[in-house]
C-alpha cells in the first residue's frame, strides 16, 4: 500500500465537499434564474476533485490533509445552508421570478452564501458577547498570570505595597482572581521568610479580623501536594481546620501551587452561597492558575538565586583581581627597593673601589712599579665590568629609564641588552600609570627570554600602539614555532601580571613561521 493513503483519500474527499458545495449553490441559483451557469459550476467542481488527487501527491498537503478536510466540509456547509435558503426563497415567493425579478437571483444567491459563511462565527461572537455582559470578560490564566506579574498592565484597582516582590505579586493576583471569578474571598498562603516546609496566610482579600490561623505544617502540605483542585468534602476529611471561621452555605475551593512535588503556595477562594454556584470550568480555571504560578514563584526564585550567584561571582572577580594587583604592587614595590638598594649601595661602593685602585695606581706609576700598575690595571677593569654587570642587573631588575622616559624608551634599552636582533616600532602611545606599564614591560621581557631559549639566532619584533582605547604589544619572533597550547611558569605570570591591571595576554604560533605575544591592556582614551 502507498504511504499516505488516508491523506490522499482526505483530500479527494476534501475536493469533492468544495465541488457539492459549489453544485449546491449552481443549482439552486438556476431555479431562481440566476447565480453561476451550471456549465461554469460543472468545471470549477471537476477542477476541485482534481485538485484533490494531485494534492494528494504533496507531502505538505499530505501532513495538512486533516485541516483541508475541515475546511472542504465548511465549504460544502455553507454550499448547503445557501441552497437551502433560496430553495426557502422559491417557496416562499410560491413561484420562479419572471420578468425583472430574474435580476434579483444573482444578489440574492451572493447574499445568501455570504450569509451562510458568516452565520456560525458571528454567533460565536455574539455568543460571547452576552456571556461577557452578563458575566464580565474573563482572561485566561496565561493572560491573568502575565497581567499580575507586570503592575505596569493591570486595571490599576491593585494597590501593592511592595516593588515587584512576591507579596505583591501575590497581592494582585488575589483581587484579579477575585474581580474576574466574582468570588467573594480569596486567600494566598505561602512559605514564611527563611521557612520552606510551612506556609502561612500571606494575606486575604478582603482582609479579615483578627489573628491569622496557625500555619500549615509539613506533614499538611504532603497531602496538599497530592490533592489537586479541591473542596469542603476534601478539607473535612483530610484538613477541617481550613473550614474553621467560614460560614456553613460558602462555597469553597482551594488549588495548591505545586512544583517539582514541593508546595510553593495555595489559593482558597470563596464564593457566597447564594452567588452562582462554582462550576467545572471555574476549578479548571483555578488549577490551572495555581499550576502556572507556581512555575512564576519557582521563576523568580531562580531569579533571585542567580542574581545572588552573579553577585557573589562580581565580588569574588573584584576580591580576586584587587588581591592579583596588590601581589603585582607589592613585588614593583620590592623590586624598585632593591635597584635602589644595589644603585645607592652596592654600585656606590664598587665605584670608590674602582677611584681608589685609579689612586693606587697613579701612585706605583710615579714610583715605577711597573708589575703593580698592571696588578691594579687588571683590578681596576674587573670592578669596572662588575659595576657594569650589577648596573644590567639593578636594571633588570626595575629599571630607571621605565619610570623616567617610558615603555618605549624602556623596551628600546632592553632590545639593544637582547642577544638576538631586536626592532622597537612604537607609535605615540603617550605615558600611562606605573603598574600598567610595568606589568607590560616585564611581560615584553618574559617574551624575550623564551624567544632567546627556544628560538635562538632569530629576529624579533616589538610593536607597541594604541588600539580602541588599549595599549596593545605584539612581541613577534620568527623562530621554529611550536604546536597546542603554551606552558610553563613565564606564561602564567605574564597572565598574572596582565590581569591584575585588567589586561590579557594571547599565543599564536605556527610551526615553522614564528610565535606572536600580545598582551592587551585597557587605558583611557585621550
Request: proline share 6%.
Amino acid at each position: 500500500m502507498r504511504p499516505g493513503v488516508r491523506a490522499r483519500w482526505s483530500l479527494v474527499a476534501a475536493g469533492v465537499l468544495v465541488a457539492a458545495g459549489v453544485l449546491l449553490v449552481a443549482l439552486a441559483g438556476s431555479l431562481l434564474g440566476g447565480g453561476p451557469a451550471l456549465p461554469a459550476a460543472a468545471w470549477c467542481a471537476g477542477g476541485a476533485v482534481l485538485a484533490g488527487l494531485v494534492a494528494g501527491e504533496v507531502p505538505a498537503l499530505r501532513r495538512a490533509s486533516a485541516a483541508v478536510l475541515a475546511g472542504g466540509a465548511v465549504v460544502a456547509a455553507v454550499g448547503l445552508a445557501a441552497a437551502l435558503g433560496l430553495v426557502t426563497a422559491l417557496l416562499v415567493l410560491g413561484r420562479l421570478p419572471v420578468g425583472a425579478e430574474r435580476g434579483l437571483a444573482t444578489p440574492l444567491v451572493v447574499g445568501t452564501a455570504v450569509a451562510a459563511a458568516l452565520a456560525r462565527p458571528l454567533a460565536r461572537r455574539a455568543a460571547h458577547a452576552a456571556r461577557a455582559a452578563l458575566h464580565g470578560t474573563r482572561r485566561s490564566p496565561d493572560e491573568l498570570l502575565a497581567a499580575v506579574a507586570d503592575p505596569a498592565t493591570d486595571s490599576g484597582e491593585t494597590a501593592g505595597d511592595g516593588e515587584g516582590g512576591d507579596e505583591d505579586l501575590l497581592r494582585r493576583l488575589a483581587e484579579s482572581l477575585r474581580r474576574e471569578h466574582r468570588l467573594a474571598r480569596v486567600e494566598i498562603w505561602s512559605p514564611a521568610p527563611g521557612v520552606d516546609d510551612a506556609l502561612h496566610r500571606t494575606l486575604a482579600v478582603p482582609a479579615g479580623d483578627g489573628p491569622g490561623p496557625p500555619p500549615l505544617d509539613k506533614a499538611e502540605l504532603a497531602l496538599l501536594a497530592r490533592a489537586g483542585v479541591g473542596g469542603p468534602g476534601w478539607l473535612r476529611l483530610w484538613l477541617p481546620r481550613l473550614l474553621e471561621g467560614r460560614g456553613p452555605d460558602v462555597q469553597l475551593r482551594f488549588a495548591p501551587a505545586v512544583h517539582g512535588g514541593r508546595v510553593l503556595a495555595l489559593l482558597v477562594v470563596e464564593r457566597a452561597g447564594d452567588a452562582d454556584a462554582l462550576t467545572g470550568a471555574d476549578e479548571r480555571a483555578l488549577g490551572e492558575v495555581a499550576r502556572r504560578l507556581a512555575i512564576v514563584l519557582r521563576n523568580r526564585a531562580l531569579d533571585e538565586a542567580l542574581t545572588d550567584t552573579l553577585a557573589d561571582l562580581r565580588r569574588a572577580n573584584a576580591e580576586l583581581q584587587a588581591s592579583r594587583a596588590r601581589l603585582v604592587s607589592t613585588a614593583d614595590a620590592e623590586r624598585r627597593r632593591i635597584e635602589r638598594d644595589l644603585h645607592d649601595g652596592a654600585q656606590q661602593h664598587l665605584v670608590a673601589i674602582a677611584v681608589g685602585l685609579r689612586l693606587v695606581r697613579d701612585t706605583a706609576e710615579s714610583a715605577g712599579n711597573a708589575a703593580d700598575v698592571e696588578l691594579l690595571d687588571e683590578l681596576d677593569r674587573g670592578v669596572r665590568e662588575s659595576i657594569s654587570a650589577l648596573r644590567d642587573l639593578a636594571h633588570g631588575i626595575y629599571p630607571p629609564l621605565l619610570r623616567d622616559a617610558g615603555l618605549p624608551d624602556a623596551l628600546r634599552a632592553a632590545a639593544a641588552r637582547s642577544p638576538l636582533a631586536v626592532h622597537v616600532r612604537a607609535g605615540d602611545v603617550g605615558r600611562h600609570p606605573e603598574p600598567v606599564e610595568a606589568a607590560v614591560y616585564f611581560c615584553c621581557l618574559e617574551a624575550l627570554q623564551n624567544a632567546a631559549k627556544h628560538a635562538p639566532g632569530s629576529e624579533v619584533e616589538i610593536e607597541v600602539d594604541r588600539r580602541d582605547g588599549h595599549l596593545v604589544v605584539e612581541v613577534g619572533d620568527t623562530g621554529p614555532g611550536f604546536t597546542g597550547a603554551p606552558t610553563g611558569a613565564g606564561l602564567q605570570n605574564m597572565a598574572d601580571r596582565l590581569g591584575a591591571v585588567g589586561g590579557s595576554v594571547r599565543w599564536t604560533s605556527t610551526p615553522g613561521v614564528g610565535t606572536t605575544v600580545t598582551a592587551t591592556v585597557p587605558v583611557e582614551r585621550r
